[in-house]
C-alpha cells in the first residue's frame, strides 16, 4: 500500500477536474502549486523583507516565476517521472471521493489552508515559531 496524503488528494482533483472538462487551465502539478502559492510567496516577501535576497527590487518579478516555475518543475518530477501520478489515480479513482463537489472542496480548502499559513508567516514570520508559542 503506498503512503497517501492530502498532496496526492488535491493532485488527484486537479486532474480530475482537467479530465472532466472542469478547469483546462489546471492539472495535477498545477492545482498543487496553486494549493502551496500562497505560503510560498509569504516566505518569499518575509525573505524580501529582511534583505536576505540579492538585487532587492530588480528581479522580484524573476523570484516569483523562477519559485512557481521550480515548484510546478519539482511536483512534475515527483508524479510525472517517478511513477506516482499511475498509483495515485488507481487508487482514487473509484471511490466515493471521485465526485465532481468533492474535487472543488479538496481545492478550495487547500488554497484556504494555505491562506491561513500565509498570514502566519506574515504576522510572526521574524520569529517563526511566535515566541508566544515557545
Known amino acids: 500500500m503506498i503512503p497517501l496524503n492530502i498532496i496526492d488528494r488535491i493532485y488527484f482533483a486537479g486532474e480530475r477536474l482537467y479530465d472532466l472538462g472542469g478547469f483546462k487551465r489546471m492539472n495535477g502539478p498545477s492545482a498543487i502549486v496553486y494549493v502551496l502559492t500562497l505560503p510560498f510567496f ?12 540579492p538585487f532587492n527590487k530588480k528581479f522580484a518579478l524573476l523570484y516569483i516565476l ?11 518530477i515527483v508524479y510525472i ?16 471521493i471521485d465526485t465532481r463537489g468533492c474535487h472543488y472542496s479538496y481545492i478550495v480548502s487547500g488554497i484556504a489552508v494555505g491562506l491561513v499559513i500565509a498570514i502566519i508567516i506574515t504576522k510572526y514570520g521574524s520569529s517563526f515559531p511566535p515566541k508566544w508559542l515557545l
Open 42 to 53: 509569504s516566505l518569499l516577501n518575509k525573505l524580501h523583507e529582511q534583505n536576505l535576497l
Open 66 to 76: 523562477a519559485a512557481l516555475a521550480g515548484l510546478y518543475f519539482c511536483v512534475w
Open 81 to 96: 517521472k517517478r511513477g506516482r501520478h499511475e498509483r495515485v489515480m488507481n487508487y482514487y479513482s473509484s471511490k466515493a
